[in-house]
């Protein structure tokens, strides 16, 4: 089924120890991202590559890293894990420049101890 | 993820009645808008989008109406049932800038059978 694929669904580190998330799209969009989404809150920009080969910061990036792999891969890394970067962490994917055809993936629940 | 929406507003309709759920956005250069439907544990799943040179939009159960002059979006379901109760987010996203969508807080919308 075409979408977005996220690795792992589930994840506990512990403090100072560093994962990488995985994502990937079958859609062929230019543009991917990463959000964290905290109780009680809407999702929150982490980073966003707006077409292969360029990533910017979004709203929270302190903490994290990202890669474009190639088209369809776009990676969070998490150098260091802090307990503030417990959360569910969702990519997504869209064409036309973030204009259409946003789709996310089931999400990764991080937990750090 | 089952810990979202702990401290959002809450709609509590019955079923069969239909629902209004409210949106306020900041930026006036917002020009693309979404609403997403988000059940406990999965990602946030398209309801239906609409762009700023339309007020307003139909899908299956679905209308949005964007009002630009008070920055204002609304999405109404029809005949509500028990499967629409989940947390509900408009999302916004601007031609200038970060191409990637700002999220609102959300609401939760509970069905009552």
């Known amino acids: 089924n075409a979408g977005v694929t996220q690795t792992p669904k589930f994840q506990v580190l512990k403090t100072g120890q560093s994962m990488t998330l995985q994502c990937a799209q079958d859609m062929n969009h230019n543009s991917m991202y990463w959000y964290r989404q905290d109780p009680g809150m809407g999702l929150r920009l982490i980073y966003y590559?707006?077409?292969?080969?360029?990533?910017d910061k979004g709203e929270v990036p302190n903490g994290y890293n990202v890669s474009r792999l190639n088209k369809r891969e776009f990676s969070l890394r998490l150098e260091s894990a802090a307990p503030s970067q417990t959360s569910v962490y969702f990519c997504a994917s869209s064409g036309m420049g973030g204009m259409e055809g946003y789709t996310f993936g089931s999400g990764t629940r991080l937990t750090v101890v | 993820g089952e810990n979202v929406g702990l401290h959002l507003p809450t709609l509590s309709v019955q079923e069969g009645d239909n629902s209004i759920i409210n949106c306020a956005y900041s930026n006036s250069a917002s020009d693309y808008f979404i609403w997403y439907k988000q059940e406990s544990g999965k990602g946030p799943q398209f309801i239906i989008d609409?762009?700023?040179?339309?007020d307003k939009r139909q899908g299956q159960r679905v209308t949005v109406l964007l009002n630009k002059t008070v920055k204002h979006l609304s999405l109404q379901i029809a005949a509500t049932q028990p499967g629409d109760s989940a947390v509900y987010f408009c999302?916004?996203?601007?031609?200038?800038?970060?191409?990637?969508?700002?999220f609102g807080s959300g609401t939760r919308l509970q069905v009552q059978p």
């Open positions: 590559s707006a077409s292969e080969g360029t990533t």
């Open positions: 999302a916004e996203n601007s031609n200038t800038g970060r191409r990637a969508l700002t």
């Open positions: 609409i762009r700023s040179n339309m």
